[in-house]
């Protein structure tokens, strides 16, 4: 059988195609114009507007979700979201803010200097401070911020009419924690500055129980602290004030352990320097201080208190 040659019509066997068959020569289709549904729009578009409220540049907005930049610059200025309306209004709502804030703070400033919070609890302060608020924001002419304001102060005190048929007890158990923490927090210091603490001794009465045991022997070695402090280095208004906070630094440090020491020596430097007066009352006082200790020697055993050796 005779094969087609390179004169062949299409549509029939090809020599060089080994038998492949070739469709006839047609005009190529012109490219149909594809139009996306009216829903993807309105999605792209909003998702434009919010892209360019965080800042993002219209040009990467368009790169990234395909549109045509005609197109996003016609959504653009119908939607406000270009970069000079975007700036108008960052400008317009900061400038409302600091207005809106400024009514607020000169209300609450009002509320402080007229005394009317001094003795208040701190939700009842912030009760009364946003009513201030509120009265200014409506003078100011902030209807919004006026209803926002009191919306908060509103829940506020429903939660105080809530709670306050239990409020006065709780406010008790609150005082009585707190005074204890503060006895257990004197009653560690005392024991420190006394010389008579060790980590583990739990079984101590507080000083709030009567065991005034140590009460003044502290009392004795502060003050003996103060006028040595006085003395060697000169009156100092800013120490006294802070003399406590000394003390306890001290006392954290283990300092007071081998007080008698410290203090005998202090009083050779005191007499080098001529203050025989406090060097007398100084060694007069550890004087009473050990005389009034032997007494309670056998306190101190059966308490398992340990006070070192001089």
Not at 220 to 226: A, D, G, K, L
Not at 274 to 301: I, P, R, T, V
Request: proline share 5%; net charge neutral.
């Amino acid at each position: 059988m005779r094969q087609a040659g390179r004169g062949t019509a299409p549509g029939l066997s090809d020599r060089n195609g080994a038998g492949r068959i070739l469709p006839a020569m047609t005009q190529p289709d012109r490219p149909r114009r594809y139009r996306r549904p009216a829903a993807t729009l309105t999605a792209l578009r909003r998702l434009a507007r919010e892209a360019a409220e965080a800042g993002e540049p219209l040009a990467a907005i368009a790169a990234r979700l395909k549109i045509p930049r005609t197109t996003l610059s016609g959504w653009a200025r119908e939607d406000g979201f270009r970069a000079s309306d975007l700036q108008a209004k960052a400008a317009a709502a900061a400038a409302a803010e600091t207005e809106v804030d400024r009514v607020r703070r000169e209300a609450e400033e009002m509320v402080r200097e007229a005394g009317l919070d001094a003795d208040a609890s701190p939700v009842k302060r912030e009760v009364d401070r946003a009513r201030a608020r509120v009265s200014a924001l409506l003078d100011a002419g902030h209807i919004p911020e006026a209803e926002a304001d009191m919306r908060k102060a509103r829940r506020l005190l429903s939660l105080m009419n809530f709670a306050a048929p239990v409020a006065s007890g709780l406010s008790e158990a609150q005082r009585a924690a707190h005074e204890a923490r503060g006895h257990a927090f004197e009653w560690r210091l005392m024991r420190k500055v006394c010389e008579a603490w060790h980590d583990g001794l739990e079984d101590v009465v507080p000083v709030a129980d009567g065991d005034m045991r140590f009460h003044g022997m502290y009392m004795h070695r502060c003050h003996m602290v103060w006028d040595i402090n006085r003395a060697l280095f000169g009156p100092d208004p800013f120490y006294e004030e802070h003399l406590m906070e000394d003390i306890y630094l001290r006392a954290e440090e283990g300092w007071f352990n081998g007080f008698r020491g410290k203090i005998r020596e202090a009083v050779r430097r005191l007499r080098d320097i001529g203050n025989d007066a406090l060097a007398d009352s100084l060694e007069e006082n550890l004087a009473d201080e050990a005389k009034a200790q032997a007494a309670w020697a056998e306190h101190d055993a059966e308490k398992g208190y340990a006070r070192p050796a001089d």
